[in-house]
């Protein structure tokens, strides 16, 4: 086949849980091109390495970082030198380094998915170090790329301002316009009385999601449960506030669900939660998939009032935005969504308009042919 109608995503993670690096492969597929994906999986339990088009490389991480992403380079770069491809995806920072040298012997175009502002990651807001690394890293390999891809105007102004480059582009993080084949009766599967509420987060379990905000608001309002739909590193510290704060039996973690059956379990919530922390300028300026994930299975969203976050719950109506700073604000919005039936149907039927515009489809064919016409 045609180089130039190969693509190579490289990616820190496992493909077959990530929304966009699905949505964007399907989208190349359907637009004729031959896709080879190159992912990483260290959190599932018991997975093995798969192999082929999508190849994805079982990681152990163990005791040293360092060994980690030795191994990580390791792999990456050996596969990248036996990928042949007319444009390669740098999917998050850590590949981006690889991603540039490798496409400059194969001269190729080198595509960077900034998902996040990530020197200023909430998880390195103590490392100076390691940020100031990244910064110098990034700074380097970014103007060697065609295009810098962003989630959000913010993102997209934040990056031009800070490295004096214009090649952005925004690709919001939109899931598919679809419906539930199979709504999953999270009552009945996790015994939740009929006449409680379900909250619902879906991501990775990290300090600074909100996470432990909501847990806590969960003493002061009665009939609720939590449902977490994802795994991470701060799963157990959770699991162990919980218990501290009584809240045990009413909050579920159901570990990772795949792309394509998450919208079964997300329908099956009453009202999605995304408490992003402004702890670091990259949260601050976040907009989530998990977002766009509730509206599309027509969950009435409690979100923070961080800007982009507010911008899409006020625009369209689906849901509150809140300031979390003070405790009882949560308290009092989830009194408000639990008790206010019409606030919930207005908000589920906002949703649904609100999906017809928000999602990949629609994303995608503003800028297709921009990135590969």
Same mark, same amino acid.
């Given at each position: 086949?045609?180089?130039?109608?190969?693509?190579?995503?490289?990616?820190?993670?496992?493909?077959?849980?990530?929304?966009?690096?699905?949505?964007?492969?399907?989208?190349?597929?359907?637009?004729?091109?031959?896709?080879?994906?190159?992912?990483?999986?260290?959190?599932?339990?018991?997975?093995?390495?798969?192999?082929?088009?999508?190849?994805?490389?079982?990681?152990?991480?163990?005791?040293?970082?360092?060994?980690?992403?030795?191994?990580?380079?390791?792999?990456?770069?050996?596969?990248? !030198?036996?990928?042949?491809? *007319? #444009?390669?995806?740098?999917?998050? @920072?850590?590949?981006?380094?690889? %991603?540039? =040298?490798?496409?400059?012997?194969?001269?190729?175009?080198?595509?960077?998915?900034?998902?996040?502002?990530?020197?200023?990651?909430?998880?390195?807001?103590?490392?100076?170090?390691?940020?100031?690394?990244?910064?110098?890293?990034?700074?380097?390999?970014?103007?060697?790329?065609?295009?810098?891809?962003?989630?959000?105007?913010?993102?997209?102004?934040?990056?031009?301002?800070?490295?004096?480059?214009?090649?952005?582009?925004?690709?919001?993080?939109?899931?598919?316009?679809?419906?539930?084949?199979?709504?999953?009766? !999270?009552?009945?599967?996790? *015994? #939740?009385?009929?006449?409680?509420? @379900?909250?619902?987060?879906?991501? %990775?379990? =990290?300090?600074?999601?909100?996470?432990?905000?909501?847990?806590?608001?969960?003493?002061?309002?009665?009939?609720?449960?939590?449902?977490?739909?994802?795994?991470?590193?701060?799963?157990?510290?959770?699991?162990?506030?919980?218990?501290?704060?009584?809240?045990?039996?009413?909050?579920?973690?159901?570990?990772?669900?795949?792309?394509?059956?998450?919208?079964?379990?997300?329908?099956?919530?009453?009202?999605?939660?995304?408490?992003?922390?402004?702890?670091?300028?990259?949260?601050?300026?976040?907009?989530?998939?998990? !977002?766009?994930?509730?509206?599309?299975?027509?969950?009435?969203?409690?979100?923070?009032?961080?800007?982009?976050?507010?911008?899409?719950?006020?625009?369209?109506?689906?849901?509150?935005?809140?300031?979390?700073?003070?405790?009882?604000?949560?308290?009092?919005?989830?009194?408000?969504?639990?008790?206010?039936?019409?606030?919930?149907?207005?908000?589920?039927?906002?949703?649904?308009?609100?999906?017809?515009?928000?999602?990949?489809?629609?994303?995608?064919?503003?800028?297709?042919?921009?990135?590969?016409?």
């Amino acid at each position: 086949m045609n180089n130039n109608l190969t693509v190579c995503i490289a990616f820190l993670g496992n493909p077959d849980y990530d929304s966009r690096v699905t949505n964007l492969s399907n989208s190349l597929h359907n637009d004729g091109y031959r896709v080879r994906i190159i992912g990483f999986d260290w959190q599932t339990s018991g997975f093995k390495s798969q192999f082929g088009e999508k190849s994805i490389f079982q990681l152990k991480k163990r005791g040293s970082s360092l060994f980690f992403y030795i191994k990580f380079a390791f792999i990456l770069l050996r596969e990248l !030198l036996s990928t042949k491809a *007319g #444009i390669y995806f740098a999917e998050d @920072i850590y590949t981006l380094p690889f %991603v540039v =040298l490798v496409s400059k012997l194969k001269r190729g175009k080198v595509y960077y998915e900034s998902r996040e502002l990530y020197a200023y990651l909430g998880g390195l807001r103590n490392q100076k170090k390691l940020q100031n690394a990244i910064k110098k890293i990034e700074k380097f390999f970014i103007r060697h790329v065609e295009w810098v891809i962003t989630t959000g105007k913010m993102d997209s102004e934040f990056l031009e301002n800070f490295y004096g480059i214009k090649n952005t582009i925004v690709l919001r993080n939109l899931p598919l316009l679809q419906s539930p084949d199979k709504i999953i009766d !999270l009552r009945s599967e996790l *015994g #939740i009385p009929e006449d409680h509420k @379900i909250l619902l987060y879906q991501g %990775v379990i =990290l300090d600074g999601r909100g996470i432990s905000l909501i847990i806590k608001s969960m003493s002061f309002v009665e009939k609720t449960h939590l449902v977490i739909l994802g795994q991470g590193e701060k799963e157990k510290s959770f699991k162990r506030l919980a218990a501290e704060l009584r809240v045990a039996d009413r909050i579920h973690f159901m570990g990772v669900v795949p792309q394509p059956k998450l919208i079964n379990y997300t329908t099956g919530a009453d009202i999605g939660v995304a408490l992003i922390e402004n702890i670091s300028i990259s949260y601050y300026y976040a907009l989530p998939n998990k !977002l766009f994930e509730y509206i599309m299975a027509g969950l009435p969203v409690l979100c923070s009032d961080l800007p982009q976050m507010q911008e899409i719950v006020k625009s369209y109506n689906v849901g509150l935005s809140i300031n979390i700073d003070d405790d009882k604000n949560i308290v009092e919005a989830l009194v408000q969504m639990i008790s206010d039936e019409k606030l919930l149907n207005d908000c589920r039927v906002n949703c649904k308009l609100a999906s017809k515009e928000l999602n990949w489809v629609s994303e995608y064919s503003k800028v297709k042919n921009l990135l590969f016409g």
